[in-house]
Protein backbone atom coordinates (compact mmCIF):
# COMPACT_ATOMS: atom_id res chain seq x y z
CA UNK A 1 0.00 0.00 0.00
CA UNK A 2 1.39 3.45 -1.04
CA UNK A 3 0.91 6.08 1.58
CA UNK A 4 1.39 9.87 1.39
CA UNK A 5 0.12 11.11 4.18
CA UNK A 6 1.70 9.50 7.54
CA UNK A 7 3.08 6.50 6.08
CA UNK A 8 3.24 3.75 8.74
CA UNK A 9 7.15 2.72 7.81
CA UNK A 10 8.10 6.43 9.35
CA UNK A 11 6.09 6.16 12.16
CA UNK A 12 9.42 5.59 14.29
CA UNK A 13 10.86 8.12 12.80
CA UNK A 14 8.23 10.59 13.52
CA UNK A 15 8.20 9.66 17.39
CA UNK A 16 11.91 10.05 17.83
CA UNK A 17 11.66 13.66 16.07
CA UNK A 18 9.09 14.58 18.20
CA UNK A 19 10.94 13.54 21.29
CA UNK A 20 14.13 15.32 20.17
CA UNK A 21 12.61 18.77 19.24
CA UNK A 22 14.62 21.67 19.11
CA UNK A 23 14.82 24.73 20.74
CA UNK A 24 12.94 26.31 18.39
CA UNK A 25 10.04 24.18 17.68
CA UNK A 26 9.48 23.48 21.55
CA UNK A 27 9.11 27.59 21.49
CA UNK A 28 7.11 27.56 18.25
CA UNK A 29 4.84 24.82 19.13
CA UNK A 30 3.52 26.12 22.47
CA UNK A 31 2.13 28.92 20.09
CA UNK A 32 0.47 27.01 17.68
CA UNK A 33 -0.69 23.70 19.59
CA UNK A 34 -4.07 23.29 21.22
CA UNK A 35 -5.96 25.30 18.08
CA UNK A 36 -4.50 28.38 19.40
CA UNK A 37 -4.21 30.14 15.69
CA UNK A 38 -8.07 30.60 14.95
CA UNK A 39 -8.90 27.37 15.92
CA UNK A 40 -6.56 25.46 13.69
CA UNK A 41 -5.08 21.74 14.82
CA UNK A 42 -1.24 21.97 13.51
CA UNK A 43 0.44 18.54 13.99
CA UNK A 44 4.22 18.21 15.06
CA UNK A 45 6.00 15.40 12.41
CA UNK A 46 3.94 14.97 10.02
CA UNK A 47 4.53 13.31 7.28
CA UNK A 48 3.96 13.63 3.62
CA UNK A 49 5.39 11.27 1.37
CA UNK A 50 9.12 10.82 2.34
CA UNK A 51 9.25 13.54 3.99
CA UNK A 52 8.87 14.25 7.31
CA UNK A 53 7.29 18.33 8.05
CA UNK A 54 7.92 20.27 11.24
CA UNK A 55 4.49 21.28 11.77
CA UNK A 56 1.44 21.05 9.30
CA UNK A 57 -2.01 22.06 9.45
CA UNK A 58 -4.35 19.83 7.42
CA UNK A 59 -7.28 21.62 7.42
CA UNK A 60 -5.64 24.73 5.18
CA UNK A 61 -2.66 22.12 4.25
CA UNK A 62 -0.15 24.33 5.80
CA UNK A 63 3.19 23.81 6.39
CA UNK A 64 5.75 25.08 8.69
CA UNK A 65 9.27 24.80 8.81
CA UNK A 66 12.23 25.36 11.16
CA UNK A 67 15.71 26.01 9.43
CA UNK A 68 18.80 25.97 11.97
CA UNK A 69 22.16 27.22 9.83
CA UNK A 70 22.93 23.80 7.79
CA UNK A 71 20.05 25.24 5.86
CA UNK A 72 21.75 27.77 4.12
CA UNK A 73 24.53 24.86 2.52
CA UNK A 74 23.78 24.77 -1.19
CA UNK A 75 23.09 21.29 -0.68
CA UNK A 76 20.75 21.80 1.80
CA UNK A 77 18.95 24.43 0.23
CA UNK A 78 18.52 22.47 -3.33
CA UNK A 79 16.85 19.69 -0.99
CA UNK A 80 14.94 22.23 0.49
CA UNK A 81 13.92 23.67 -3.06
CA UNK A 82 13.00 19.50 -4.15
CA UNK A 83 11.35 19.30 -1.24
CA UNK A 84 9.31 22.02 -1.31
CA UNK A 85 7.96 21.50 -4.73
CA UNK A 86 6.85 18.26 -3.94
CA UNK A 87 4.57 19.32 -1.23
CA UNK A 88 3.65 22.17 -3.24
CA UNK A 89 2.36 19.56 -6.18
CA UNK A 90 0.40 17.65 -2.93
CA UNK A 91 -1.54 20.69 -2.37
CA UNK A 92 0.39 21.63 0.75
CA UNK A 93 2.57 25.29 1.00
CA UNK A 94 5.19 26.00 2.71
CA UNK A 95 6.50 28.63 5.03
CA UNK A 96 10.02 28.42 6.42
CA UNK A 97 11.50 30.31 9.44
CA UNK A 98 14.84 30.12 10.32
CA UNK A 99 15.32 29.18 14.19
CA UNK A 100 16.74 32.66 14.98
CA UNK A 101 13.70 34.24 13.85
CA UNK A 102 11.11 31.84 16.08
CA UNK A 103 13.63 32.63 19.31
CA UNK A 104 14.07 36.75 18.17
CA UNK A 105 11.18 37.94 16.30
CA UNK A 106 7.91 35.13 17.64
CA UNK A 107 5.81 37.72 17.30
CA UNK A 108 6.43 38.25 13.66
CA UNK A 109 6.62 34.62 12.91
CA UNK A 110 3.09 34.34 14.47
CA UNK A 111 1.66 37.25 12.24
CA UNK A 112 2.75 35.69 9.68
CA UNK A 113 1.22 32.79 10.11
CA UNK A 114 -1.71 34.19 11.56
CA UNK A 115 -2.11 36.31 8.37
CA UNK A 116 -1.51 33.44 5.82
CA UNK A 117 -4.38 31.08 7.52
CA UNK A 118 -6.77 34.28 7.44
CA UNK A 119 -6.23 34.54 3.55
CA UNK A 120 -6.43 30.84 2.82
CA UNK A 121 -9.66 30.55 5.04
CA UNK A 122 -11.30 33.70 3.28
CA UNK A 123 -9.86 31.82 -0.11
Known amino acids: MNYTHN ?3 LKERRRTLRKNQTDAEKALWKHIRGRQVHGLRFLRQYSIGMYILD ?3 PHVQL ?9 NQED ?14 QGTTVM ?9 HMDAVLMRISEWVVQKVKE
Not at 96 to 104: A, G, I, K, P, T
Open 96 to 104: RFWNHEVHQ
Open 63 to 71: AIELDGGQH
Open 76 to 89: QRDYDAERSVYLHA
Open 7 to 9: DPL
Open 55 to 57: FYC
